[in-house]
């Protein structure tokens, strides 16, 4: 079965330095996303990513936050000055959706980073 | 508002069945629904989805009534590890996810 793969699966960094999460989506996949959970709280969304460009964003992606896809595989998450409060599990999805097809496809998650910051 | 309701946890058995229902009264003609399964430190797995009627596959079942104003996902023989948080969404396909707080399910000996 095919797997959204995420590096590294534990990240701990300072306040103030830069993270860059990498995911590589499932390869025939066209959307993708990052959304991340804090500990004994909801899933959140952050962002979609179609076309090489962003989609969707929440008011969490601020300015901190920008995502890339630089090759045909990777797509990264990077938070440019980390804060205490950024410290969570992130997680890269993908999906193979089809405008205006009779069926929606189910997303496919990876196993997550989890981000701390100290 | 919240877009669906289920409730926020369910005991049960080795070998039992395990209903969920969700509510979502305010569905729209172009969202499906979709179920989630989230394990402890580990992304939500998709387990089924459907737009209308039932809906089998080797895991799960979706019942949606004609109104479409709730489904039920059930889980047969459920074994211990089942035991995760088990998610109703609605969306529209293309959207992104909005996750409520789920249903914890504890699967007992």
């Known amino acids: 079965e095919p797997e959204v793969t995420q590096t590294p699966s534990h990240q701990v960094t300072q306040m103030g330095q830069e993270v860059i999460l990498r995911c590589v989506p499932i390869?025939?996949?066209?959307?993708f996303y990052w959304y991340r959970q804090i500990l004994g709280q909801k899933v959140e969304f952050l962002v979609s990513?179609?076309?090489?460009?962003?989609?969707?964003k929440s008011e969490i992606f601020d300015d901190q936050f920008s995502v890339e896809r630089p090759d045909g595989s990777n797509f990264t998450l990077k938070i440019r000055s980390t804060k205490l409060e950024d410290s969570a599990m992130y997680f890269c999805?993908?999906?193979?959706?089809?405008?205006?097809?009779?069926?929606?496809?189910?997303?496919?998650f990876g196993s997550g980073t989890r981000l701390t910051v100290v | 508002l919240a877009k669906t309701t289920q409730p926020i946890s369910m005991d049960s058995y080795e070998g039992q069945e395990v209903n969920i229902t969700c509510s979502h009264n305010?569905?729209?003609?172009?969202?499906?629904i979709t179920w989630y399964q989230q394990f402890p430190s580990q992304g939500p797995r998709f387990i089924i989805q459907?737009?209308?009627t039932k809906v089998t596959n080797e895991v799960a079942s979706l019942f949606i009534p004609a109104d479409r104003k709730s489904s039920t996902l059930s889980l047969p023989r459920v074994s211990l590890s089942d035991t995760a948080v088990y998610y109703c969404?609605?969306?529209?396909?293309?959207?992104?996810?909005?996750f409520g707080g789920g249903t914890r399910v504890l699967v007992k000996p």
């Open positions: 969404l609605v969306e529209a396909a293309g959207n992104k996810l909005t």
């Open positions: 305010n569905i729209a003609t172009n969202d499906y």
């Open positions: 390869s025939n996949h066209l959307y």
């Open positions: 459907g737009y209308k």
């Open positions: 990513f179609y076309n090489n460009e962003i989609s969707e």
């Open positions: 999805a993908s999906s193979e959706a089809m405008t205006g097809d009779s069926h929606n496809y189910g997303y496919t």
